[in-house]
């Protein structure tokens, strides 16, 4: 009977994604249940119990089925982040930039000093440096979304935190070099792979954001089609560089900073992704969670723990420093170095990134990442949703809205 299928059944795309989707849907609903509890953390707690380390039931197969939903999801997430951030608007507000230099470069070195110290070799040093540099625009972003948040620190911390995934981006591309030249790479290629990475992923962007902010210019008539128009941009970016080798995660983030500083009356940027990109949260933090390795967490626990102390202390500690020297108050200050602490998807491509072109030599950073970031994620959206709260700026979206429907 060969119309009957093997058994059991192979999973696919499809069926991975219901199952990611209706997990998270009842993590979420838990969530809900305890007051103060996001509903990301539920989110990932179901993950974690439906993947490798917990039941099995969605596995590391179906993991790899789902990655290339998850890099759109990631994709969205990117270029929403990147609508944040003027370039033109940045140059007039010199402080914004100053607290995002300062306050990469001492993570860098703080972490770099730490995990050497600790007798990491000083390349998975240096490149688990540069990825701690990143913050979580997902988390951000959704927190933001579900505590209502709205207001100064949110607008800046946004901001703050495409700046940081680009300084990581930019750090993580300097040291390829040496990772190359460990590898006993030649020179030609020490140099050029990573110029090429940087360099194309930076072309595509811009490309593919100006075509995109014409075309929203030329069919300006035609509202319906413009979240179309912007998805299909992003899926665009995201074949163009898998097809040219370069990062699927740079490109969507650009793409977003080359559309908000081109156009000039936001026809993209105002945009409402509707509840749809709902559920692309969802997908990626129950992947998130099922992603989650408890052998690493216990073999590199204490590195892990070490490193996400440095992080959030340097973090923390450098951003409410310089945020009062540029005259912010105290609360908003402290609020915004706390919404820089979770880390997420950026840090995990780049680490998947590391592990392909460096293999073993990387599995040690691959591991402490991922042990970090299952740390980050975890404790990241309380956090999150303390800090709006000290910000004072929980339930101020949800106001706004309300005043413009009774206008």
């Known amino acids: 009977m060969d119309f009957l299928p093997d058994w059991p059944p192979a999973f696919n795309t499809q069926a991975a994604f219901g199952l990611l989707l209706f997990a998270g849907v009842l993590g979420g609903y838990l969530a809900h249940r305890i007051s103060w509890l996001p509903s990301i953390t539920g989110f990932m707690a179901v993950g974690?119990?439906?993947?490798?380390?917990?039941?099995?039931l969605l596995t590391e197969e179906a993991l790899v089925l789902v990655q290339p939903i998850i890099n759109v999801s990631l994709g969205l997430i990117l270029y929403r982040l990147g609508l944040t951030l003027d370039l033109r608007a940045m140059l007039r507000d010199p402080g914004l930039l100053t607290i995002a230099l300062l306050e990469s470069t001492v993570t860098f070195f703080g972490c770099f000093a730490l995990l050497s110290w600790l007798g990491l070799p000083t390349l998975v040093a240096g490149l688990t440096a540069a990825i701690a540099i990143s913050s979580s625009p997902a988390i951000l972003i959704h927190v933001a979304h579900e505590v209502g948040a709205a207001g100064p620190v949110t607008e800046r911390t946004k901001e703050l935190v495409a700046l940081n995934n680009l300084l990581s981006f930019f750090a993580f591309s300097a040291l390829l070099p040496m990772g190359h030249l460990t590898m006993s790479a030649d020179w030609q290629t020490a140099i050029l792979q990573p110029l090429y990475q940087l360099l194309g992923s930076l072309l595509v962007a811009a490309l593919i954001g100006a075509?995109?902010?014409?075309?929203?210019?030329?069919?300006?008539?035609?509202?319906?089609?413009r979240l179309a128009l912007?998805?299909?941009?992003?899926?665009?970016?995201?074949?163009v560089a898998k097809a040219l080798n370069l990062s699927a995660l740079f490109v969507p983030l650009a793409m977003g900073v080359v559309v908000k500083t081109l156009e000039k009356d936001d026809l993209l940027s105002d945009v409402a992704f509707g509840e749809v990109f709902e559920l692309f949260f969802i997908v990626l933090?129950?992947?998130a969670g099922a992603h989650i390795h408890l052998d690493a967490l216990a073999e590199l626990g204490g590195v892990a723990v070490?490193?996400?102390a440095t992080r959030i202390a340097v973090k923390w500690l450098t951003v409410f420093?310089?945020?009062r020297l540029f005259g912010i108050a105290a609360r908003p200050a402290a609020a915004t170095g706390l919404l820089l602490v979770p880390m997420a998807g950026l840090a995990i491509g780049l680490a998947q990134t590391a592990h392909r072109l460096f293999a073993l030599e990387a599995e040690q950073l691959a591991a402490i990442v991922l042990a970090s970031v299952a740390i980050l994620e975890s404790i990241g959206p309380p956090i999150a949703a303390w800090a709006f709260r000290l910000a004072g700026e929980v339930g101020a979206d949800r106001t706004v809205a309300e005043k413009k429907a009774d206008q």
């Open 48 to 56: 974690l119990l439906i993947g490798p380390s917990g039941i099995n």
């Open 211 to 225: 075509v995109l902010v014409e075309l929203a210019r030329y069919t300006r008539s035609a509202q319906q089609y």
């Open 230 to 239: 912007i998805i299909g941009a992003i899926m665009l970016g995201l074949g």
């Open 285 to 287: 933090f129950v992947y």
């Open 306 to 308: 070490a490193l996400v």
């Open 321 to 323: 420093g310089v945020s």
